[in-house]
Every structure is written in C-alpha cells, then in structure tokens.
C-alpha cells in the first residue's frame, strides 16, 4: 500500500513541475509577444495600426503567406475595421499561433535550393533586378514597399548584386 501512495505522490509532483514549466512557457511567449507589440503602440493606447501586424509577427520569428497574414487579421479585426488592431485580441491569437508553433520559417538548406533555382548560371549570386523581377511577377508578389526592405537588406554594398549563400545564412532565424 505505502508503494502505492508513493506513486501517487511523485505524479502530482511531476505533474506540478510540467504544470510550472509550461506556465513559465506561456508567461515568456506572452512578454515577447507583447513586447514585440509595444514597440509599434505608438499612442501607448494598447492598439497598433492594422498595417504594422505582419511586422509585428514575424518579428516574433513565424512567417505566414499574405494570404495566411490576411486571415490571422480577419481573425482580430474589430466587426467594424478601424484600421487599428487592439491587443486584447492579438494577444490570445498570437499566443496560439507560437503555443503550437505555426507559419515556422523554412530551414537553411530549403531557402538555399530557391535562390539556387532562380540562379540559372550557377554564378552565386542575382542581380538586384532579377531579384525585383522574380519578387514582383511569380508567385504571391511582393509590395513595392516589402520589395525595397528586402533588397536593402540582401544586396552586398561592395559588390552591388546578392550573394545569397551568405544572405540566406543571415536571414535564417535560429529556432531556440
């Protein structure tokens, strides 16, 4: 009998310190989350413009399509858009996304074989207008906006094209 309580002891143990940790889990994805969000609450008013959202969340390391990024705003938008997200609704909706850890980035090698693909001359390198090219007329097109930020990040300043080996290892989010 006394073997028995003791199992039943050490479960409730265990079950508390799985308890704890997972609490513990949920308060840091939700500082993060809600740091990540202050920084574009520029009136200090709880809400962020409804254009800064992607930012915001890929900035907490998912990278949703447009066409995901645009339901997660469905999902939070006021019945009535004002054009502003408030973040009593982004926080339970983020929470989740990260919690079960959704629109994770592609790994290294994945981003790799794409650049390598739009390099037809094997060269190691795109042109800045190869690049705007293929990021405005395939596929899910880039916003003039989106287009410029990438750019300004990828190009080489010395060599005036994109190395995207090295771009590609920089733009990797490391998974914690």
């Not at 060269?123 to 190869?130: A, P, R, S, V």
């Not at 287009?147 to 080996?165: F, H, Q, R, T």
Request: hydrophobic share 35%.
């Amino acid at each position: 009998m006394l073997g028995c309580s003791r199992n039943l002891v050490s479960t409730g143990s265990t079950d508390t310190s799985i308890s704890k940790i997972q609490d513990s889990l949920l308060a840091d994805i939700q500082k993060r989350i809600t740091d990540a969000f202050d920084i574009f609450d520029n009136e200090n008013n709880k809400t962020v413009d409804v254009r800064e959202v992607g930012t915001i969340i890929r900035s907490l390391g998912c990278c949703p399509s447009e066409t995901e990024l645009h339901d997660m705003l469905a999902e939070i938008e006021e019945e009535e858009p004002t054009g502003y997200i408030r973040f009593e609704k982004f926080l339970p909706m983020m929470t989740k996304v990260l919690m079960e850890r959704r629109y994770k980035p592609l790994p290294e090698d994945q981003l790799l074989k794409a650049f390598q693909v739009l390099d037809h001359d094997n060269k190691g390198h795109l042109t800045q207008e190869d690049l705007a090219k293929y990021m405005s007329e395939d596929g899910e097109p880039f916003q003039q906006e989106e287009m410029e930020e990438m750019l300004s990040a990828a190009v080489d300043p010395e060599k005036g094209c994109i190395l995207y080996k090295e771009y590609v290892s920089r733009m990797t989010i490391e998974e914690v």
